[in-house]
């Protein structure tokens, strides 16, 4: 699958990726085996090697590591310490390349489990942005704040007070995308009505900010923010795709975030990805077979906008399906 | 806490809407979702005119529900009734009658099978928790406006109803006044555990007196925007409670709610627009279309309930 590292030059890799750096730094996609145990798919590295050559050759029993803690619980997990869960070795690896939080997606069919995508977070530095789980508290049918990653000392005063907010079916971001169980970009959090929780001083530097809803066969299981800063945003593109009024097998562009990559965007604007025969690009094979992917081949992204991911120093991209009862409702695409 | 304590009121999927001689009716309220838990305080603040005051009435059974539902105890609302009191901003006693005979009309009615003792007794109770013991034979011109709004709070408060709805109780206050009389339903509540909903423009009221905070959005349209949980143990008192930093966090929180507020609209959700937008941002022409499974489409699977889709079938 890792194909086509040949497209971006070294040089130009790194000139870009220090122009911009993103939050997620890596992204990994566990594959259940028939034993009961996770072996590795595919990995988005980048330039983190170390965690790269950490994965080689694991297989994670249930409870083992990031993704093995994941399969256990039967939910998503977010872990902000990764040294007490991560499999021997992969603490340090990750911490070696600027990665201090990581969540652990599990993605069912048919009641079970199948796979597990593992998302990375970088920390320290200039990191400013966050990744929260939001599901059901205690007795109440209201969404509340359950494992986080806030990176930064920008969002401090923002997740002390995330920890006393709660949100009622179609309220906040969260609340929105539980009543409609649809994924939902909000371009700038501080200029959205969507987006209300807000903390005085705390959070200024937010924008870009993501609910992905986490379902279980038609069961919300929870709601995954991402959310973006100025200076380290999530990823550099956001994109939410759907399948055609017109066409189920064809999927067309709901919502796209691109940030300082304006051109991308324009590359993006006639496009559409076939699901049929397998899927064409990187959502349309996501859609396809219904389970997440990761990519490095430009193509992935639609040949009409190769050039400009190029351009951009695009060097990694990932597909969530949003499945309700096994159809895939929306493609959830981040790119960096 | 039994299941049906945590949700001893539930307000699901609240509309309002009024005819509008100039095309569709105006939700005012659309999709108000709020869970009270049994005995609990909750503050209802947002700007003025957003829904505040038409989300209780529809909970006093006083305004009709266009669509959606009111529970209280496991009884739809469908009309007013004696087990939810209201309190207005103005007390509304009647001025032929002292404050010992307003409390009284609302006993009768409430115990009918009660002795004339009895009677008596509870009125004076009543009188005397909200601090009118020696003004119990005066009429409501001869009381202050804080003093006339303690005879309408024991009035609610008389009928033992499950729960208390106040609308701005202490609006035309001065603030001395105001927060003597914070402090003494607080009293009374701390004693009689009355689940109640109180509507404040007072940012302060509505942290010190709130086991929760409902902050509602700008309407049309209005719902809630999110919920603030209040941590601080009761019974409480406001230098414990103004002396706390977290009391300037949630304070802070809820002013830049109502600020952020005031700054976007309904209008200002993204433009339908087919075209890509400035600044990098490209939104499809409907937002939130009709496939989109609404709500009820998807349960809620509670966090760690061993229940869960998934739990089971992985060992
Ligand atoms: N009978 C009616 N017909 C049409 N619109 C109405 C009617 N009654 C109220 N409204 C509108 O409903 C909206 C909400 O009113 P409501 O009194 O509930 O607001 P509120 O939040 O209590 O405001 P305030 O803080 O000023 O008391 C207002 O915009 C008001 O104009
Ligand atoms: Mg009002």
Redesign the pocket.
């Known amino acids: 699958m890792f194909s086509d590292s040949h497209l971006l030059s070294p040089t130009t890799m790194t000139d870009l990726a220090t122009a911009t750096s993103t939050l997620l730094g890596a992204a990994e996609l566990w594959r259940l085996d028939t034993d009961g145990s996770l072996s590795l798919d595919t990995g988005l590295y980048g330039s983190h090697h170390a965690l790269r050559d950490s994965a080689a050759d694991l297989r994670l029993a249930s409870g083992q590591g990031l993704a093995g803690s994941a399969l256990a619980a039967g939910r998503p997990r977010l872990f902000d310490d990764l040294a007490s869960v991560a499999a021997p070795g992969r603490a340090q690896a990750a911490a070696h390349n600027g990665l201090s939080a990581a969540a652990a997606l599990p993605r069912f069919h048919g009641g079970k489990i199948t796979s597990v995508l593992v998302l990375f977070f970088r920390g320290g530095g200039d990191a400013c942005g966050g990744a929260e789980i939001w599901s059901a508290g205690e007795g109440r049918f209201e969404l509340a704040l359950g494992e986080c990653y806030h990176a930064g000392a920008c969002l401090e005063r923002f997740a002390r007070i995330s920890k006393y907010v709660n949100f009622p079916q179609g309220a906040g971001l969260p609340g929105r995308v539980w009543e409609h169980n649809c994924p939902e970009l909000v371009p700038d959090v501080n200029a959205s009505k969507t987006f209300l929780r807000s903390s005085g001083d705390g959070g200024r530097e937010l924008s870009v900010g993501l609910g992905l809803p986490l379902m279980a066969g038609r069961n919300l299981q929870a709601v995954l923010l991402l959310l973006s800063s100025q200076t380290t945003p999530m990823a550099r593109v956001h994109e939410i795709w759907e399948p055609s009024a017109d066409d189920a097998t064809t999927l067309v562009r709901r919502h796209g975030v691109y940030g300082s990559m304006p051109d991308f965007g324009h590359a993006s604007d006639d496009l559409s990805f076939s699901t049929r025969n397998g899927g064409e690009g990187l959502p349309g094979r996501a859609a396809a077979t219904a389970e997440p992917l990761l990519t490095e081949n430009l193509d992935d992204l639609g040949i009409a906008r190769r050039d400009a991911a190029r351009n951009a120093g695009l060097t990694s991209g990932m597909a969530i399906p949003t499945v309700i009862t096994d159809t895939v409702r929306y493609v959830t695409v981040l790119l960096w | 806490m039994s299941n049906n304590d945590s949700r001893y009121v539930e307000i699901v999927n609240l509309v309002k809407a ?1 005819p509008n001689p100039l095309g569709d009716a ?1 939700k ?1 309220v659309d999709g108000y979702n709020l869970t009270i838990k049994k005995g609990d305080l909750v503050t209802v603040i ?1 700007h ?8 209780l009435m529809m909970l006093a059974g006083l305004n009709p529900i266009t669509s959606g539902d009111v529970v209280v105890d496991g009884r739809v609302v469908d009309g007013p009734g004696p087990d939810r009191a209201v309190v207005f901003q103005a007390p509304c006693l009647l001025p032929w009658l002292t404050s010992y005979g307003n409390v009284m009309l609302g006993v009768k009615r409430c115990y009918p099978h009660a002795s004339k003792k009895d009677r008596d007794d509870i009125v004076k109770y009543y009188l005397n928790l909200v601090g009118l013991a020696d003004s119990m034979h005066k009429y409501p011109r001869e009381m202050s406006g804080g003093m006339q709004q303690r005879v309408g709070i024991a009035r609610a408060i008389a009928l033992k109803p499950k729960m208390l709805l106040l609308d ?1 109780p202490f609006g035309r206050l001065d603030s001395l006044t105001r927060m003597d009389l914070q402090d003494t339903i607080l009293d009374i509540l701390d004693k009689e555990k009355i689940t109640t909903m109180l ?1 404040t ?1 007072d940012v302060d009221e509505a942290v010190y007196m709130a086991d929760r905070i409902c902050m509602m959005t700008n ?1 049309p349209e209005a719902r809630v925007g999110q919920v603030l949980n209040v941590p601080f143990e009761r019974p409480r008192t406001r230098a414990d409670v103004t002396s706390d930093d977290l009391f300037f966090d949630l304070r802070a929180s809820l002013i830049s709610f109502l600020e952020k507020n005031e700054k976007t609209r309904p209008g200002d959700q993204p433009a339908p627009a087919a075209q890509p937008l400035d600044q990098g941002v490209y939104e499809a022409p409907s937002l939130l279309d009709t496939h989109a499974p609404r709500g009820g489409g998807a349960d809620l699977v509670l966090a760690g309930s061993t229940s869960g889709p998934g739990q089971g079938t992985l060992n």
């Open positions: 009024y105006i005012v947002g003025s005119g957003c829904g505040k005051s038409t989300v701005e509507i423009h309407g």
